[in-house]
Each structure stands twice: as C-alpha cells, then as structure tokens.
Nanobody
C-alpha cells in the first residue's frame, strides 16, 4: 500500500489550502483514509477520516479542525482530499495521510489513534503565517 500526500505550502492565517492523498484504487475503494498532523514538540493528532463502511459511513473530524476542514474522496482520481479553510498559525504541522486497512474509521471515545493505522504516506508541510 502506497500513499502519497501533497499540496502543502505556506499560507497566511485565514487562508485555505487543499491537501491530496493519492493511492491505488483498491486501497481507497476498500479502506478508510485518514489525515494526521504533527507539529514540532507536539503529539501526533488524528484530524480527519473518511469511511468506506456501509454500516458506519461518514466522516470523522477532530475537535481542533471541526467546521474548518473537509475530507472528501474522488474515486475517479483515486485521491482523498483535505480542504482546509480559515487556517490558523496553530495548524502549522506536517500532515500525513494513512489507512487502517479497515472500512470504518477507528475512532475511540472521540479520538482517532495513530496506532490504529497500518500504512502511512510521507508527510507534507503546512505552514500558516500570522
């Protein structure tokens, strides 16, 4: 399983950025896809996930990004997107996409642990200037 994140860059506070996570059709069509981020000196944070489960469909967002970030999937382009709006300096981090090799997003008591992921892509840096 190969995941490739891209789309990071430098943006001013209040701006928008769209990240992309490319993978093969089987992976994106079978498993949930998640986004994590890690800022310097901070723990890795699960921020968004899109499920492939019919019984537990939908999306997950961490509290810190809820209402500002949107995760979506394009099955034609085999890509999962993370649209980020109203960006804040505290959103500065390296962003990673990952998959748990399960159809549902592995959320436990409102948190999506990185330990639940089976594969990770290389990160893409997002820097938000104030």
């Amino acid at each position: 399983v190969q995941l490739q994140a891209s789309g990071g860059g430098l943006v001013q506070a209040g701006g928008s950025l769209r990240l992309s996570c490319a993978a093969n059709a089987f992976t994106l069509g079978t498993y949930a896809t998640a986004w994590f981020r890690q800022a310097p000196g901070k723990e890795r944070e699960g921020i968004a996930c899109i499920s492939r489960s019919r019984s537990r469909s939908g999306t997950f967002y961490g509290d810190s990004v809820k209402g500002r970030f949107t995760i979506s999937r394009d099955t034609v382009k085999n890509t999962v997107y993370l649209q980020m709006t109203s960006l804040k300096p505290e959103d500065t981090a390296v962003y990673y996409c990952a998959t748990p090799e399960t159809a549902a997003c592995p959320v436990v008591r409102g948190v999506m642990p990185g330990e639940a992921m089976d594969y990770w892509g290389k990160g893409t840096q997002v820097t938000v200037s104030s």
